[in-house]
C-alpha cells in the first residue's frame, strides 16, 4: 500500500506538468519585458543595451536542444607540436602553439642561426632577413622571408617561408619585389627543415610576444556559420586548392570515411559514424566484439555506388532546395535509390570565402542539429 501511494504521488511530482520537470527549453519561450518606468518628478538616465538580442524575421523552429560535444583540443595535429604540411609545391611548418608564443621563439631560431633580421613586423606576422651569401654560391645573394599567420585550429600557427636569390652584383637599396614562388625550392626547404627542428626542440613556450597578439588580427580562417532561418555551413577563407585538400582530409578522419569526390562540381560522397571514433583509439580485448573488427559495413555498403549513380539520386523537384546541384551534368533522374551517408557541397562565398555544406545523398537539408553536429566533426579535423 505505501509503494502504490507512493507511486500515484510521484505523478504528480515529476514529468512535464510535475514539479521537478526539464526546465532547459523553457528560454524558448520568454519574451520581452517592457522597460521599467519610473514615477514622476524623478529623472532618469539613458542606458545602453549590454546584452542586445537581434531582431529575427520568421518563424524560427523551435525543438528540443541537444547539448553538443565540446571541441577537442588540436585533434589534427595528435602528441607532434611541430609539422611540416605540404600541399601540391608548397610547404609551410604547422605549430601546435598561438602565434604570440611563436613569435619569440623565430626571434630566437634566427639569432642563434646567425641570421640578421632586416624587418619584424608583428602586426603583419612578417619577418624579413637580411641579404646572406651562401658559400656554396657565391655569384648570388639571398634572402628570406617568414610569413606568421593564425592557424586553421584554435591555437595553432602557420609559418610560411619565401626564399629570394638575385644575381651579387644587383642593386638592393629598394624595397623587394618577393616572387609568387621561391626562387630555389631547396633554398626554402632547407630554412623550414631548420626552422622546424629548432621549433621542436624549444617546446617550452614560456615566453610570449604582448606585440604579436596581433597576429591575424580579426580575421578568422574557419567559422562554422548558423544564420538565423538558414541551414549551417562552414566558412573557409583559405585558397581553393587549400579548402579542398583540407576538408578531403577532414572527411577521411574520425567518424567520417571519403568514398567519391570529384572537385570540378565541388562534392564529396561521405558515410558517418561516431563509433568509428572509438574503433579507431579503443585497441584492447573487447574492441572488435560484435560486428566483427576491422570491418565497416557501412563503409562497404557506400563504397559500391558510383559517384554518377549518387548524383542521379539527388532530388531535383522544386521543393527539395537543389540550387546546390543545379548546372552539374547527371544530377536527378533516378528514384530514391537509399543510398546511404551524405553529400559535402563547397561552393565560393563572398569575398572569397569557401562554403561547405553537407546534405543527405538525396541532396535535401538534414535537422538544424544534425547539420551542426556533422559539421564540428568536420571542423575540428581540418588542418
Known amino acids: 500500500m ?18 521537478f520537470r526539464d526546465r532547459g527549453d523553457d528560454y524558448q519561450m520568454a519574451d520581452s519585458l517592457p522597460p521599467l518606468q519610473m514615477p514622476e518628478g524623478i529623472s532618469t538616465k539613458n542606458q545602453e543595451e549590454l546584452y542586445e538580442v537581434p531582431q529575427i524575421s520568421g518563424e524560427v523552429e523551435r525543438g528540443s536542444f541537444v547539448v553538443p560535444r565540446p571541441q577537442a ?25 598561438s602565434p604570440d608564443e611563436v613569435w619569440p621563439q623565430l626571434h630566437y631560431f634566427l639569432r642563434s642561426s646567425g641570421l640578421q633580421l632586416a624587418l619584424s613586423d608583428a602586426g603583419t606576422g612578417t619577418m624579413e632577413t637580411a641579404w646572406l651569401t651562401f658559400g656554396d654560391n657565391p655569384e648570388t645573394k639571398d634572402r628570406y622571408r617568414l610569413q606568421v599567420e593564425s592557424g586553421v585550429q584554435p591555437d595553432s600557427t602557420e609559418i610560411h617561408v619565401r626564399h629570394l636569390a638575385v644575381p651579387l652584383n644587383m642593386p638592393t637599396d629598394g624595397p623587394v619585389e618577393w616572387p609568387a614562388q621561391s626562387s630555389s625550392p ?15 626542440v624549444d617546446s617550452t613556450g614560456a615566453a610570449a610576444s604582448l606585440v604579436a597578439q596581433s597576429i ?64 579507431d583509439e579503443d585497441e584492447g580485448w573487447f574492441s572488435g566484439w560484435g560486428s566483427g573488427k576491422g570491418e565497416d559495413k557501412l563503409a562497404k555498403s557506400a563504397d559500391a555506388f ?24 547527371g544530377v536527378g533522374g533516378a528514384p530514391d535509390s537509399n543510398i546511404p551517408g551524405y553529400l559535402v557541397v563547397m561552393r565560393d562565398g563572398q569575398d572569397g570565402v569557401m562554403e561547405v555544406r553537407i546534405r543527405n545523398t538525396r541532396g535535401k537539408p538534414l535537422s538544424r542539429a544534425k547539420t551542426s553536429e556533422l559539421l564540428m566533426a568536420i571542423r575540428q579535423n581540418l588542418i
Not at 186 to 200: C, Q
Not at 216 to 245: C, F, H, T
Not at 308 to 319: E, T
Open 2 to 19: 505505501c509503494a502504490a501511494v507512493t507511486a500515484v504521488s510521484g505523478c504528480g511530482i515529476f514529468g512535464n506538468d510535475g514539479y
Open 73 to 97: 583540443l588540436s585533434v589534427n595535429v595528435g602528441l607532434d607540436r611541430v609539422k611540416i604540411q605540404k600541399l601540391g609545391n608548397r610547404r609551410w611548418v604547422l605549430v601546435n602553439q
Open 186 to 200: 631547396e633554398r626554402e626547404g632547407w630554412m623550414i627543415d631548420e626552422m622546424s627542428n629548432a621549433l621542436a
Open 216 to 279: 591575424g588580427g580579426s580575421k578568422v580562417k574557419v567559422q562554422v556559420m548558423e544564420p538565423a532561418g538558414k541551414e549551417p555551413y562552414i566558412a573557409l577563407d583559405l585558397a581553393k586548392n587549400r579548402a579542398w585538400a583540407t576538408v578531403a582530409h577532414a572527411l577521411n578522419t574520425g567518424g567520417y570515411r571519403l568514398h567519391k569526390e570529384d572537385s570540378d562540381i565541388g562534392i564529396l560522397y561521405v558515410t558517418y559514424d561516431s563509433e568509428r571514433e572509438l574503433s
Open 306 to 329: 558510383s559517384l554518377q549513380q549518387v548524383l542521379a539520386n539527388i532530388d531535383v523537384s522544386a521543393q527539395a532546395e537543389s540550387a546546390l546541384f543545379s548546372d552539374i551534368q
